[in-house]
């Protein structure tokens, strides 16, 4: 089993930043791919970052490149996104998730955190 909590949303306005963590416990090899994902209302949800926590590889959503950056702390079993230059845009309910492999950006969730709230206003 795998347990994540993720935080760190929040209001900001358009050009600002935030971080978002989520912390995992549970198997190490549930968990050897971390990402984000983000649904805005009306909308699916789509993956925007993962990192492969082994090699420390990691992929972006063209969406979010340049902007965003996905990291670990593996002594905190915690993976942080940094969010640069918001955007309106960017507005969404973001999620972490892990799996137990991916392929680049792609990656199949077995487990999902309860999700963090980021609004950006113009």
């Known amino acids: 089993q795998v347990q994540l909590v993720d935080s760190g949303g929040g209001s900001v306005q358009a050009g600002g930043s935030l971080r978002l963590s989520c912390a995992a416990s549970?198997?190490?090899?549930?968990?050897?791919?971390m990402g984000w994902f983000r649904q805005a209302p009306g909308k699916e949800r789509e993956g925007i970052a993962t990192?492969?926590?082994?090699?420390?590889?990691?992929y972006y959503a063209d969406s979010v490149k340049g902007r965003f950056t996905i990291s670990q702390d593996n002594a905190k079993n915690t993976v942080y996104l940094q969010m640069n230059s918001l955007k309106p845009e960017d507005t969404a309910m973001y999620y972490c998730?892990?799996?137990?492999?991916?392929?680049?950006?792609?990656?199949?969730?077995?487990?999902w955190g309860r999700g963090t709230q980021v609004t950006v206003s113009s």
């Open positions: 990192v492969h926590t082994n090699i420390g590889s990691t």
């Open positions: 549970g198997y190490t090899y549930s968990r050897a791919c």
């Open positions: 998730a892990a799996a137990g492999s991916c392929y680049g950006l792609a990656m199949s969730p077995k487990y």
